[in-house]
């Protein structure tokens, strides 16, 4: 990927789209394991915000009630020495395991409905793909909250972000790719794309985002026979799958991803201009009725940026030149 498209959209700026796209932490522990072991190990690992424990029942002990209990009277000699059951009964301490694939807004939900003594304790995440258990600071999980709220807060802004940079002499590949990163601020998503037709296949023309290799561009030969595409062609509308596995036209589309929500936005201009802006979540993360609205003000520019491009005096790169002439 050339050093410009690094600066313009590097991938650590992917908008995490669910719970399981946060930063964690893998510390399981037995139940029958020593608190000064495990003590020891906390003091090697100062990331560690606490420990998941793995019993009859899953709880979570906090860094920052485990050394405070150890600092009250008679606590060293008490716990220390024994089995961390001892700790976690006398805590009571219980988990709040959330979904991989829930909503950042709906774990912060969740995080926040437990009782007040517990609020600020890390959450579980679960993942039944991944076949284990991690630990996210709840400092983490609010970030994120704070950071989405913003983002959505800041549409308008980054519309008009969008229209500098329609109108910036960079070439067509870098105004799409830049778009795709903007768009992640307000529709979150693993993987986007933009695809156009020529003649009876599809061509990639930019993507962003988690698993797509090292090529930039590629022929995608089984979308234009899609039912899903001809139906978004036909009603230049939007098509929200909350779960491709279920729907069988999906095999058309497979070339995509390996993805679970999708979100395809018709690029539709004069008759030499046809294709697709494609949104996509690897977790069973379905779009909202907004983020489609939004897409779909994006693609709408997208559209008028492609067909603008026809006339002006800058140069797209010779590929996608092809593709929109």
């Known amino acids: 990927m050339p050093a410009s498209n690094q600066i313009l959209f590097p991938i650590e700026t992917l908008i995490p789209v669910c719970a399981g796209d946060l930063p964690s932490h893998s510390f399981t522990i037995s139940p029958d394991e020593m608190l000064a072991v495990v003590v020891k190990k906390m003091e090697q690992r100062p990331e560690l915000p606490g420990m998941i424990i793995a019993g009859k029942q899953i709880s979570v002990i906090s860094r920052a009630k485990m050394f405070e209990r150890l600092g009250h009277q008679y606590g060293v000699e008490l716990f220390l020495r024994q089995p961390i059951l001892k700790l976690e009964k006398a805590l009571k301490a219980g988990a709040l395991l959330v979904p991989a694939q829930a909503r950042i807004e709906e774990a912060v939900r969740m995080a926040l409905a437990r009782p007040q003594g517990e609020i600020y304790d890390p959450v579980v995440i679960t993942d039944k793909d991944q076949g284990g258990l991690r630990l996210v600071d709840m400092h983490i999980l609010l970030l994120a909250q704070s950071r989405i709220l913003s983002d959505i807060a800041n549409t308008v802004g980054r519309l008009e972000q969008l229209e500098k940079l329609i109108s910036a002499k960079i070439t067509t590949e870098e105004m799409l790719l830049s778009a795709l990163e903007l ?135 010779r590929e996608i030149e092809a593709l929109i002439l």
Not at 277 to 297: C, I, M, N, W, Y
Request: one cysteine or more.
């Open 183 to 317: 768009l992640s601020h307000v529709v979150p998503y693993h993987q986007a794309a933009v695809l156009m037709q020529k003649g009876n296949r599809m061509e990639y023309v930019a993507r962003r985002g988690i698993g797509w290799g090292g090529g930039k561009t590629g022929a995608v030969n089984n979308i234009h026979n899609s039912q899903i595409y001809q139906m978004m062609l036909e009603r230049r509308e939007a098509v929200c799958l909350s779960d491709v596995n279920t729907v069988a036209d999906w095999e058309h589309f497979s070339i995509i991803g390996n993805l679970r929500s999708w979100l395809g936005v018709p690029l539709i201009g004069d008759a030499n201009l046809a294709g697709i802006l494609s949104l996509g979540r690897l977790t069973h993360s379905p779009f909202s009725k907004t983020e489609k609205d939004t897409a779909q003000v994006f693609a709408s520019r997208i559209v008028q940026s492609l067909e603008n491009r026809k006339s002006i005096p800058w140069q797209p790169s």
